[in-house]
């Protein structure tokens, strides 16, 4: 039931005769980008930088709410004496 069926005789694949005038026109080379040293180094720094101002944000972030809990906890206890 699922077993392929084959042809009794196949064909042949067709030979293929390229002249001069079926070829591709030669293309133009890519043109080529050169990356230096510098910029690679100002990239990577850059990342570095970013994400270091990142992290400080986010532990600022923690920080002030956990002194924000801290703060809300003594008022709390403050108001019920």
Same mark, same amino acid.
């Given at each position: 039931m699922f077993l392929p069926k084959y042809p009794d005789s196949p064909t042949p694949p067709p030979a293929h005769t390229h002249t001069v005038a079926d070829q591709m026109p030669a293309r133009r080379p890519? %043109?080529?980008?050169?990356?230096?040293?510098?910029? @690679? +180094? #100002?990239?990577? *720094?850059?990342?570095?930088? %970013?994400?270091a101002l990142l992290a400080a944000v986010a @532990? +600022? #972030?923690?920080? *002030?709410?956990?002194?924000a809990v801290?703060?809300?906890?003594?008022?709390?206890?403050q108001h019920r004496r």
């Open positions: 890519a %043109l080529q980008i050169s990356i230096g040293t510098g910029a @690679v +180094t #100002a990239v990577l *720094v850059g990342g570095v930088v %970013l994400t @532990v +600022t #972030a923690i920080s *002030v709410a956990v002194a801290v703060l809300r906890s003594l008022l709390r206890d």
